[in-house]
Structure formats: structure tokens, C-alpha cells
């Protein structure tokens, strides 16, 4: 009977020292057919003109969707996966063209709408949000709480040609449009000659303007919010699943622990109703009048 008792022990024994290592091959050969998919692989990514998304130094890149990007690489080379940049800027319209034939796999900082949606795919979150603002100089007497008052106070209005924003403005009936320039930059220098009345513009791009101004006081943002939209990360359809299921979590763990937070903070004002001179040391430009 004692022996019997010994040898169904033994039996027990034997039948779970098996089942754990068949769940050990188990794991480890799923774990080595993922990573074996992933390893050891370049994903490239490439960078618009336009600012504080992608800013162009004097030694490389700077910028909200750069500094993401160089966050991404930190936590994706944990899996043998290496994001390649640019050494230049491309059109957008070539950016969506190499996303849809897969020879890029994602774009950091897109918008997203229902048409690109039936192409391309989208982070599970938005990057972070944006406000379409209308800024004026600091004497102005108007205060611009809609499109509305925009309308009704017949001021020269303007934004960077081309953009949804001046399409937008172009859009509305009865509004004073101004000379619309090629840049924000120029589009401020405007401003500050009195060549237009209020500049229309993103608030992420305002901000990073006016934060870097030496003469940052002679503008005031005004309380109107036109319209409010997010960025988001949009990748290639041919992109490899298994790659972008970990770019959703290496972004959700930038999320969580407030990184991309961090970054977008870095290029806003702190108080945007009272426009100071910033000492960050971001990248600088010229306003040519």
C-alpha cells in the first residue's frame, strides 16, 4: 500500500516536471517565432517642414514628433528594432506616397480623417491635441472671442497659405483676408508691420514662434478657439503587425508616464495670455519684415 502511495507520488511528480517543461518549449518557441519577426530590423520614418513638429539645426533635428521619435527608439531597441531617420525634409503628399507603398512605415504628427483612414492606419491615441488660435499685437483694442467677431470687426485676417487653416478662413463668407505668406514667420513679421490686423495659426506653432521672440510682447493671443483637432501616428498599411503592436505600446508607456506631456510643454508658452520673452534654449529664427 506504501508503495503504491510512493509510486503515484512519483507518477505526479514526473507528470508535472513534464507539463512544465512542454509549457517552457511552448513559450520559448513563441516567444523566439515573434522575435525572430521583429529582430533585428530597421523601420523608417520620415520628417516634414513644418514647425515645432520637425525644426532643422544647425547639428540635425529638433522638435515634438523628433523627440518622440527619439523616445520610441529608446524603447523599441529594447526589441532589436532600430527607427532610421531622415537626413531631409519631404513634401507631404510624397510622404503619404511612400507610406502607401511601404517604403516608409510611419509618420509621426498626422492629421486624421475618414479619408486617409480608408488607406492608412492610426495610434490607438492621439499624440496630442491642437487649437487653431488667432493671435494680434499687444495695443490691439478688438478682443476676438469667435469667427464670428473675426467676421463682424472687417480686419485684415491671414494665415500660411495652403494650410487647412487658410482654407478655413477662405471658406468663410464676409471675412477681410489679407495677404496670406508662405510661413509663419513671415506671417507675424506682417502682423508686427501692420499689414494685417489678427494672424490665424495652430496654437502649437504660436506658441513656439512667440517663445522665442526677443520682442515676444508686442503680440497677444486672443480668447477665440476657432477649431480643435489632434495629431496622431500614422502608419503604412504593409507596416508588420507584430512592429506596430509594439510601437502602441512603447507610445501608451510614453503616455502613462507623461513624456510626450513633457515634450509638448516644452514648446508652449506657460502663460498664454501674457506673452514673455522665453530663456529655453530652443531652436531660433529670424522674422524678415
Not at 108 to 121: L, S, Y
Not at 211 to 222: G, H, L, T
Not at 232 to 245: A, E, G, K, T, V
Request: glycine fraction near 4%; charge should be positive.
Amino acid at each position: 500500500m506504501k508503495q503504491t502511495s510512493m509510486n503515484v507520488k512519483k507518477h505526479r511528480l514526473r507528470s508535472n516536471y513534464q507539463t512544465t517543461i512542454a509549457c517552457f518549449f511552448s513559450v520559448f518557441f513563441t516567444w523566439s517565432a515573434f522575435s525572430t519577426s521583429v529582430a533585428a530590423r530597421d523601420i523608417k520614418t520620415e520628417f516634414q517642414d513644418v514647425q515645432p513638429k520637425y525644426i532643422k539645426t544647425e547639428t540635425g533635428y529638433a522638435g515634438i514628433c523628433v523627440e518622440i521619435i527619439d523616445e520610441l527608439r529608446k524603447g523599441l531597441s529594447r526589441y532589436g528594432l532600430n527607427i532610421v531617420s531622415p537626413e531631409s525634409f519631404t513634401p507631404p503628399i510624397r510622404i503619404r506616397s511612400h507610406l502607401a507603398e511601404g517604403s516608409f512605415d510611419f509618420h509621426c504628427g498626422a492629421a486624421r480623417n475618414k479619408a486617409r483612414e480608408k488607406t492608412f492606419g492610426f495610434s490607438e491615441k492621439p499624440l496630442y491635441s491642437i487649437s487653431t488660435i488667432v493671435v494680434g499685437r499687444a495695443d490691439e483694442t478688438l478682443t476676438i472671442h469667435s469667427m464670428d467677431d473675426l467676421v463682424k470687426s472687417q480686419a485684415a485676417v491671414s494665415s500660411v497659405r495652403g494650410t487647412n487653416t487658410a482654407k478655413l478662413l477662405s471658406s468663410r463668407d464676409g471675412l477681410l483676408l489679407g495677404p496670406m505668406p508662405s510661413e509663419s514667420e513671415s506671417g507675424l513679421a506682417m502682423l508686427k508691420n501692420e499689414r494685417i490686423r489678427f494672424f490665424v495659426y495652430h496654437d502649437l506653432g504660436i506658441h513656439w514662434l512667440l517663445k522665442k521672440m526677443d520682442r515676444a510682447r508686442i503680440f497677444r493671443i486672443q480668447p477665440a478657439v476657432l477649431r480643435q483637432y489632434s495629431h496622431w501616428m500614422m502608419y503604412s498599411p504593409r507596416l508588420d503587425p507584430d512592429i506596430r503592436q509594439l510601437i502602441e505600446k512603447e507610445l501608451e508607456r510614453l503616455h502613462n508616464s507623461k513624456v510626450i506631456k513633457e515634450i509638448i510643454n516644452r514648446y508652449r508658452l506657460k502663460a498664454p495670455r501674457k506673452i514673455r520673452t522665453s530663456k529655453t534654449a530652443l531652436p531660433s529664427f529670424k522674422i524678415e519684415a
